[in-house]
């Protein structure tokens, strides 16, 4: 069975800087894309980014554009979400997913999840 | 961007009967090579997202056969034949054809 695991959430200042981990395990993950989801408290769910399998190709929803660089290894089957100048609107639980890519535009699957609040 | 709109936004069920979700999309769906990448997830309480629904109609493995999708274009429609208590949560839509891709505001399905 899949497993995305996220981690290096917690509490920031408003401006500073996090970088979220995705570790994922019992699949073939260079044969995925991948995506970070976010989910402010009480809130809906919200795409942030993309990257293709081999990272040709990025995307990110513009309120994230030019703060949050999504990057990966695939050496060490792992997924990062650097996060730079947070503000408060950046607060909510953020998902890590994958699809293989036979499986375009969708989350097939995700993590736990892990909680980013931006607070002074 | 694609708006997707659902609606109820809130859907109180009696137990053992049936449920209809829709959405609705501000463009069309179908993507340049003929697919439309509709998706429809489940969040239990307290859970991270499950995927149910995709390409409008696929139910993943170990979805219930009483969860269905069905559509075209711009409407889209996820229904549960008999609600069970488990399948009390919150359901979104989300495309997958347009950046960026977004999801509907969901629906809480509640029991009576």
């Known amino acids: 069975q899949v497993q995305l695991v996220e981690s290096g959430g917690g509490l920031v200042k408003p401006g500073g800087s996090l970088r979220l981990s995705c570790a994922a395990s019992?699949?073939?993950?260079?044969?995925?894309?991948m995506s970070w989801i976010r989910q402010a408290p009480g809130k809906g769910l919200e795409w942030v980014s993309y990257?293709?399998?081999?990272?040709?190709?990025?995307y990110y929803r513009d309120s994230v554009k030019g703060r949050f660089t999504i990057s990966r290894d695939n050496a060490k089957n792992s997924l990062y979400l650097q996060m730079n100048s947070l503000r408060a609107e950046d607060t909510a639980v953020y998902y890590c997913?994958?699809?293989?890519?036979?499986?375009?535009?969708?989350?097939?699957?995700w993590g736990q999840g892990i909680l980013v609040t931006v607070s002074s | 961007d694609a708006v997707m709109t659902q609606s109820p936004l809130s859907l109180p069920v009696t137990l053992g009967q049936p449920a209809s979700i829709s959405c609705r999309s501000s463009?069309?769906?179908?993507?340049?090579?003929?697919?439309?990448?509709l998706n429809w997830f489940q969040q239990r309480p307290g859970q991270s997202p499950r995927r149910l629904i995709y390409?409008?109609?696929n139910r993943d493995s170990g979805v219930p056969d009483r969860f269905s999708g069905s559509g075209s274009g711009t409407y889209f429609t996820l229904k549960i034949s008999r609600v069970e208590a488990e399948d009390v949560g919150v359901y979104y839509c989300?495309?997958?054809?347009?950046?960026?891709?977004?999801f509907g505001q969901g629906t809480k399905v509640e029991i009576k």
């Open positions: 990257i293709s399998s081999s990272a040709e190709s990025m």
């Open positions: 989300m495309q997958g054809t347009h950046w960026p891709w977004t």
């Open positions: 463009q069309s769906l179908v993507y340049s090579d003929g697919n439309t990448y």
């Open positions: 019992r699949f073939t993950f260079s044969d995925h894309y």
């Open positions: 997913a994958s699809s293989p890519i036979t499986e375009p535009g969708t989350f097939t699957y």
């Open positions: 390409e409008v109609s």
